[in-house]
C-alpha cells in the first residue's frame, strides 16, 4: 500500500480518481447499498492533538467499510514516554493494516511513514491537512463540475490547512490567491510547489496582504482558525494582527455572488467568520465536512489495495 501524507505526493490523475471514487462511496452510502471491502482491516489513529472531524469521520469511514478503526491517545501509548516513532512504527505495523496519524511536526509522520510496513495516513501536521483538502476539492467538484476557471480565495493564517489547498488546487488546476497578513504567509516550499504545478495544470498562484484582492471573482472563499492547535500562547496577539482577515458580510460582496464559503472547522463566529457567512445562503461547511468521509473513505479504499 502506498501512504498519503500531502497531495504533492499524487498527480493529477490520481486526485481526480480519488475524488471520482469519493462521489462513487457516497453515492452508494446515500443509497444504503452495503460495500465492504476492507472486511477484517484494522486501522490504528494516534492523535496526539483534539479532534471532532477527523476521529469520527475516520472511525466511521472504517466501519462502513467493514473494517475496524482504534483510537489511541498519543499520550497514552508508550509513544508519550519516550518511545520512538520508529519503533512504534514497527510494532503497530505487526498489529494493523493501516495507521492514521495527528502530530505536530510533519516530519514526524514521514518517520512513521519510513519505518512502518503497512499505509500512513496524514491526519493533520503542523504542515499539511491533505484529508481535509480532499474533502475541499470534493465539495467545489459537487457544485461548479469543474477546477478550470474555478478561482478559490483563501483569506487568513498561512496555514497547514492553506499549505494543503495550494498543492490541492495546483494540482487540479484550480486558480488560487491566498490573502494572509505580512509574516504569516504559507509555507514557501508549499508555495513554490504550486506555483511549478500550476505551470503544467494551467492553476494560477497568489498569495497577497490584500483580502479584497484574493476575493475579487472567488467562486469558492475559504477561511480557517486564527489560532491553530499548539499556538494558544500566541492567541491574543494573532486576534489584533488578524482582524483585517475576517471574511464578513462586506468582504464576501467582491466575489461572484453564488461563492461558496468553506471553512474546515472548527469556527469561531465572530472572529475569522462573522456569524451572517458562516449560518447563511452560500455557505457550504456543513457539506464539507460531510465529505470527509466519503474523500477518506476512498483514501482509505485506496491504500488498502
Ligand atoms: N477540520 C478538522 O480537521 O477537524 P477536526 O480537528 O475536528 O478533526
Known sequence: GRDFLTLLDFSTDEIMDLLALASDLKAKQKAGVPYKPL????????????????????????????????????NDLQLGRGETIADTARVLSQYVDVIMIRTFAHQKVE????????????????????????ADLLTIYEVKKTFQGV???????????????????????????????PGYEPKAEYVEAARRIGEKTGATVVVTHDPLEAVAGADAVYTDVWTSMGQESESAERLKVFQPYQVNEQLVKAAK??????????????????AGVMDGPNSFVFEQAGNRLHAQKAILVSVLS
Open 257 to 274: 455572488p453564488d461563492y461558496l464559503f468553506l471553512h474546515c472547522l472548527p469556527a469561531h463566529r465572530g472572529e475569522e467568520v462573522t
Open 111 to 134: 518517520e512513521l511513514a519510513e519505518y512502518a510496513s503497512v499505509p500512513v495516513i496524514n491526519g493533520l501536521t503542523d504542515d499539511d491537512h491533505p484529508c481535509q483538502a480532499l
Open 151 to 181: 478561482k478559490l480565495a483563501y483569506v487568513g493564517d498561512g496555514n497547514n490547512v492553506a499549505n494543503a489547498l495550494l498543492a490541492a488546487a495546483a494540482k487540479v488546476g484550480m486558480d488560487i490567491a491566498i490573502a494572509c497578513p
Open 39 to 74: 472486511a477484517g482491516k484494522t486501522m490504528a489513529m494516534i492523535f496526539e492533538k483534539q479532534s471532532t472531524r477527523t476521529r469520527v469521520s475516520f472511525e466511521v469511514g472504517m466501519i462502513q467499510l467493514g473494517g475496524q478503526a482504534m483510537y489511541l491517545n498519543g
